[in-house]
């Protein structure tokens, strides 16, 4: 125990002003890079609303079929390889499923009749509202 | 030792710093989303509390919800009871009777001719017969059997917003085939009046979106709002926009409300003149700067010019006050001014030179392929 101090005080010992500052700073910085980039997902998701609920949120790499039971019925929309869509609705235009795959963050399609929605959600969201 | 010790601790120090300024960094952004109007209602509020955001925006969907019962063009409140606009057009209908109306309708009848009078009747909320024979007021939209006859005798009845006489909360329409729908109105009209409410409440930053028309106040954070305008033929955005404090957007669409009938498009947007849906453009987006009735005139403005044929669209939006404005045709545009034929070549998109600086272009056809180009007004 006293030996191990000993060795540390040795070190510092050496140890200009400078040293220390660059030791802390990159320490800082490792700290500060650390949280920023690995902590991010870099996959995709896309978030399900349902009225004015959230219903789900999903990873878009994972292929699967999600069936969501909305005001006018069951809708189903389909998640693969990055991308998702509303494959199936019972409302009467289809405006939803003709709308196709969503592919980029911040997109969106909307089943008004049936009030469900899905947003794809990427680690920067490239506006906060759409214009349609 | 000493030194290394304080060294440790500064680094802990600021490592714990920076954990707390990453987790306030997680930001005070309230978002709901909503179903009222027929459409989709979505609001963000910034820098409140989450449970007061929560309360306020909830009082905005009531709100927004009594105005659509209040307005609400063919659903009667409740079994026995008409909304206040039903009992107007029942009135209107039956003759020169005066009603009385509240006075907040009255302000909107005021407000809604005068528009109607300065777009030289291109803005229409009289034609509410029209736009029912076209099968556009229900809640899904299904293609009609279209009645050439029945259509030519309702743009021959010439319903008109001036038809409508209006004297101390009590109204009477000359013409008994005026029927109102202000569907092209309400929308502009309750964001207006989110707005209003917000600001009295001393929410110092929103985004009000209902149904694609969008009203800004102060901003998201340290950066403006930023929204996304929708391509009318891509399930994504053609460009996006800053929109600053008291700005509002608003874009009229063939592709929300349409149906399709023998391979031909019929959107829900009535030329008043000949009573057909207009076919020649595939959306048109306004941009308003910050003014009383900044929502109204998002939502009122983009009608005239997606009505009006290319030549004259430019026009129609200087008629009614616009200077920013972007139109995608169903056909290429030609720029007659520079003596061209219109070739393949050219362009379906028309932006006005204002809004031209405030776009940045997300599309990659926009942006990479030279035979689409951006034309813009002189």
Known sequence: ?132 | MRKGFAGLLLIAIIASVLFSLRAYNKEPLYHSQSYVFGTLVDISIYGESEQRAKSLSNQVLQDFQRLNNQLHAWKPVNNNQPSELGALNAAFAAGKQPIAISPQLADMLVNTTALSVKSHGMFNPAIGHLIGTWGFQRDEFSAVVINDEKIKALVKSKPRMTDIVITNNTVYSNNPNVKLDLGGYAKGYALDMAAHYLRQQKVKNALINIGGNIIAIGQHGNKPWRVGIQHPRKPAAIATLDLADGWAIGTSGDYQRYFILNGKRYCHIIDPRNGYPVQHTQAVTVLIPPQPGAGVLSDVASKPIFIAPAADKAKAAANIGIQYFMVIAQQPISQRSNGQQPNAEQSNILVSPALAKKLDWLDSDVKNNSHVKVLTLR
């Open chain 1, 1 to 132: 125990m006293l030996k191990s101090l000993r060795s540390a005080r040795s070190i510092f010992r050496y140890l200009l002003p400078g040293d220390l500052l660059t030791v802390i700073l990159s320490m800082v910085a490792i700290t500060y890079l650390f949280q920023t980039l690995w902590s991010h997902q870099h996959a995709s998701k896309v978030q399900i609303r349902l009225g004015d609920k959230i219903h789900a949120t999903y990873d878009l790499n994972l292929q699967r079929d999600v069936h969501v039971h909305g005001p006018l019925g069951d809708a189903v929309i389909h998640i693969s390889q990055g991308k998702v869509r509303f494959a199936k609705s019972p409302c009467h235009n289809q405006y939803c499923v003709h709308q196709g795959w969503l592919t980029h963050a911040g997109q969106v399609a909307i089943c008004l009749p049936n009030q469900i929605s899905l947003e794809l959600i990427g680690e920067q969201k490239p506006y906060d509202s759409l214009n349609y």
